[in-house]
């Protein structure tokens, strides 16, 4: 368990009741530069950097303190003095009888997206006092126009009623290798230009004729470029508009700062989610282990002058189970990281197909309730293949696991192997509480449970793991279900070589 959360990606910190620190993993370390010696007991405000608004800090403690799972960002200060942004969330963990003993904070350093958004919003502020001078600049006299558009660096044109052109300046011609003539008294249309992007400028120009006032637009070129463009109306000596002069500007680099802002709070999105489901899930799938383990521990020590080694081993054993249900819980997490970050690496191994699976079914037969039976087929001549041993042992291990714990007892669960086209193929069928069809889709996300099993225990984590190792192999997975009468999923695994059959 301990190993899980040391080697986790993200910051995690647990405090006591009273907000004194406990623990840190070493990526809080390594975000604040403080070491656990450094952090021990004390209160996690050694890292505030008097940014943090005291509302935050009162919503924070308000919600924990009834009960609640809070998030939120914060600007701390590190070790060193320098600063970093981060997104928290904050869970109370409470003991066996609903009290509670801890805080679970898991941090994920936000600061490359709050310097971007930082940069972009000087870069939209510079724009804009761009955009006001390129504005001033275009009203002037006919004169001085044609001499600023001559020796602009931005895109400048001149259109009539009927959308036609009555002037580009010489970046107009170097951007689109049309000769200046070739503009004069013809269409964006007539000149070929993409008709989305035709439909967008002449709606935009006869819009500015109409209202008689400044407009602008952003749109992409063909080759990508993004520009921004000012429209704006020229009036006559009768304050008629007979003209719209149009000034453009790349902002190509603002598009991409905007579009890596994007990805970037996207990924965070989808980590705090998942972060949100793990607390939400590890304070409720921890709470039952620790309270046996606290329980036990607790009987143990006031009866065990007076028990019988039977009676004792008997709750030596809730103690260990429980431990091995935290490490596994832990282990999935762990492994779920380690997916994130690319960092599973494959072991080939020649692996004797009969005895695999063999093996398998042998591991799982403790789970299997009254008369419930494991019936497995593997293609004839089948001996040796080359495959990571351990990863394809997680895939079939957790659909028979499943196969045996959502389905009755006197059940039946298949088992089906075969090789085609240098693949693994294996079926596994049950007939238990099925899956909705509205569901399928989800399955696979971390901790998603269904409707119909979260009576049953379970954490939710096991076909998002059995998804991510069939990533890592580049396998496929199909699934059927129907509630009530069963579920069968089909998995077709690549092989790295050619199998050996007899």
Same mark, same amino acid.
């Given at each position: 368990m301990s190993q899980a959360v040391e080697q986790n990606p993200v910051s995690?910190?647990?405090?006591?009741?009273?907000?004194?620190?406990? #623990? &840190? *993993?070493?990526?809080? +370390?390594?975000? @604040? /530069?403080?070491?656990?010696?450094?952090? %021990?007991? =004390?209160?996690? !405000?050694?890292?505030?950097?008097g940014f943090t608004s005291r509302k935050l800090y009162d919503d924070l403690w308000e919600a924990i303190s009834q009960g609640r799972i809070w998030q939120g960002e914060f600007q701390n200060k590190k070790k060193d003095g320098s600063y970093y942004w981060h997104l928290m969330i904050l869970s109370p963990l409470r003991d066996g009888e609903g009290r509670i003993v801890n805080y679970l904070a898991v941090q994920q350093d936000i600061t490359e997206r709050k310097v971007l958004e930082g940069e972009l919003k000087k870069y939209r502020e510079h724009l804009e006092e761009l955009v006001e001078k390129r504005t001033n600049e275009l009203r002037v006299s006919e004169g001085k126009f044609r001499t600023l558009a001559e020796s602009s660096d931005d895109?400048?044109?001149?259109?009539?009623?009927?959308?036609?052109?009555? #002037? &580009? *300046?010489?970046?107009? +011609?170097?951007? @689109? /290798?049309?000769?200046?003539?070739?503009? %004069?008294? =013809?269409?964006? !249309?007539?000149?070929?230009?993409p008709e989305n992007l035709v439909q967008l400028w002449e709606t935009t120009i006869q819009n500015v004729f109409a209202s008689k006032e400044k407009n602008r637009i952003e749109f992409q070129l063909p080759n990508n470029i993004w520009i921004d463009w000012i429209l704006l109306p020229v009036f006559n000596e009768k304050n008629e508009v007979d003209s719209v002069i149009t000034s453009g500007r790349d902002i190509t680099s603002l598009k991409e700062y905007e579009k890596r802002i994007e990805e970037a709070f996207k990924k965070e999105k989808e980590l705090s989610e998942l972060k949100s489901k793990f607390i939400s899930a590890a304070s409720h799938e921890f709470r039952t282990p620790l309270a046996a383990i606290l329980s036990s521990a607790q009987l143990i020590k006031r009866y065990s002058?007076?028990?019988?080694?039977?009676?004792? *081993?008997?709750?030596?054993?809730?103690?260990?189970?429980?431990?091995?249900?935290?490490?596994?819980?832990?282990?999935?997490?762990l492994l779920i990281s380690k997916s994130e970050e690319g960092k599973i690496k494959l072991r080939i191994e020649d692996v004797d197909i009969e005895e695999f699976l063999n093996s398998l079914i042998i591991?799982?037969?403790?789970?299997?309730?009254?008369?419930?039976?494991?019936?497995?087929?593997?293609?004839?001549?089948?001996?040796?293949?080359?495959?990571?041993?351990?990863?394809?042992?997680?895939?079939?291990?957790?659909?028979?696991?499943?196969?045996?714990?959502?389905?009755?007892?006197?059940?039946?669960?298949?088992?089906?192997?075969?090789?085609?086209?240098?693949?693994?193929?294996?079926?596994?069928?049950?007939?238990?509480?099925?899956?909705?069809?509205?569901?399928?889709?989800?399955?696979?996300?971390?901790?998603?449970?269904?409707?119909?099993?979260?009576?049953?225990?379970?954490?939710?984590?096991?076909?998002?793991?059995?998804?991510?190792?069939?990533?890592?192999?580049?396998?496929?997975?199909?699934?059927?279900?129907?509630?009530?009468?069963?579920?069968?999923?089909?998995?077709?695994?690549?092989?790295?070589?050619n199998i050996t059959v007899l």
């Open positions: 995690i910190l647990i405090t006591d009741a009273d907000g004194n620190i406990e #623990y &840190v *993993n070493k990526k809080f +370390v390594q975000m @604040t /530069g403080f070491t656990l010696k450094e952090v %021990i007991h =004390k209160n996690p !405000r050694i890292l505030q950097s895109t400048i044109m001149r259109f009539d009623k009927e959308s036609k052109h009555l #002037y &580009v *300046n010489p970046v107009v +011609v170097k951007q @689109t /290798g049309i000769p200046s003539n070739d503009f %004069i008294g =013809k269409t964006h !249309r007539e000149l070929g230009f002058t007076k028990w019988k080694e039977d009676e004792i *081993n008997e709750h030596h054993k809730v103690i260990n189970d429980s431990v091995k249900n935290i490490t596994a819980l832990m282990d999935d997490v591991g799982v037969k403790p789970l299997l309730k009254s008369e419930q039976k494991i019936n497995y087929k593997i293609a004839t001549g089948l001996k040796s293949i080359k495959m990571d041993r351990k990863i394809v042992s997680q895939i079939i291990g957790n659909f028979l696991s499943n196969a045996i714990k959502y389905s009755s007892a006197g059940s039946e669960v298949e088992l089906l192997s075969d090789i085609q086209d240098n693949k693994l193929l294996v079926r596994v069928k049950d007939t238990g509480i099925g899956i909705a069809k509205e569901e399928l889709q989800l399955i696979f996300d971390p901790f998603y449970r269904t409707q119909n099993a979260i009576h049953i225990e379970g954490t939710g984590l096991g076909l998002n793991i059995v998804k991510r190792m069939l990533d890592v192999l580049n396998g496929t997975i199909e699934v059927d279900s129907e509630i009530g009468k069963g579920t069968t999923f089909d998995v077709s695994i690549p092989l790295f070589d």
